[in-house]
């Protein structure tokens, strides 16, 4: 019973702590997702980029702006489809311990789908459980565990409108650059 008690005060008082040492620091956020699918012969490869850059304010908030390019090409039926467009991300440092912080963050994007079928796509995501460590002065490691994702593609009068969620362990990892 008292773990659980420790637990929890710790837990309260971490998040009334700040990150002091962040604050001005600008931020560049890269990620690098790649995906392959086998079905019956058929491949599906899909890889997205994203790169994101913003400064963190005197409350431990940041805004970051930039890019993402997304790309689906589907061997068999020789589809393929290129997205790229403008992203945003919000997110809060709030420091748990020594390097560790819990970093809530959600983004979107919008972009334009060129290709064999012309289009618009749009993202909404939220991430509510990331921790990052900051192992150096320069780079933070980031570990997300959950995710909750809103995408529409409306391409030739075809719209699909996708709601993901995850609840998986190690959802993903990233790397933050951070400097003065």
Same mark, same amino acid.
């Given at each position: 019973?008292?773990?659980?008690?420790?637990?929890?005060?710790f837990?309260?008082?971490?998040?009334?702590?700040?990150?002091?040492? #962040?604050?001005?620091?600008? +931020?560049v !956020?890269? /990620?690098?997702? *790649?995906?392959?699918?086998?079905?019956n012969?058929?491949r599906?490869s899909?890889?997205?980029?994203?790169?994101?850059?913003?400064?963190?304010?005197?409350?431990?908030?940041?805004?970051?702006?930039g890019?993402? #390019?997304?790309?689906?090409n +589907?061997? !068999?039926? /020789?589809n393929? *489809?290129?997205?790229?467009?403008?992203?945003?991300e919000?997110g809060?440092?709030?420091?748990?311990?020594?390097?560790?912080?819990?970093?809530?963050?959600?983004?979107?994007?919008?972009?334009?789908?060129?290709?064999?079928?012309?289009?618009?796509?749009? !993202?909404?995501?939220?991430?509510?459980?990331?921790?990052?460590?900051?192992f150096?002065?320069?780079?933070?490691?980031?570990?997300?565990?959950?995710?909750v994702?809103?995408s529409?593609i409306?391409?030739?009068?075809?719209?699909n409108?996708?709601?993901?969620?995850?609840?998986?362990? !190690?959802?993903?990892?990233?790397?933050?650059?951070?400097?003065?």
């Amino acid at each position: 019973m008292k773990t659980r008690i420790l637990f929890s005060a710790f837990f309260l008082l971490s998040l009334t702590t700040t990150a002091q040492d #962040l604050v001005g620091r600008k +931020i560049v !956020n890269a /990620n690098l997702f *790649l995906n392959a699918t086998f079905n019956n012969g058929e491949r599906v490869s899909t890889y997205t980029t994203t790169i994101l850059t913003g400064k963190v304010k005197s409350d431990n908030t940041y805004w970051a702006f930039g890019a993402v #390019l997304d790309n689906m090409n +589907i061997q !068999n039926s /020789n589809n393929s *489809l290129v997205n790229f467009g403008p992203a945003v991300e919000y997110g809060k440092f709030v420091k748990v311990v020594d390097r560790f912080y819990m970093a809530p963050v959600v983004g979107g994007s919008i972009q334009g789908v060129f290709g064999d079928t012309p289009g618009v796509k749009a !993202n909404i995501y939220a991430i509510p459980m990331r921790i990052m460590y900051d192992f150096s002065n320069h780079f933070m490691l980031s570990a997300s565990f959950g995710s909750v994702n809103l995408s529409t593609i409306s391409v030739q009068g075809l719209t699909n409108i996708n709601l993901s969620g995850s609840l998986t362990n !190690n959802s993903s990892f990233g790397v933050f650059y951070t400097f003065k």
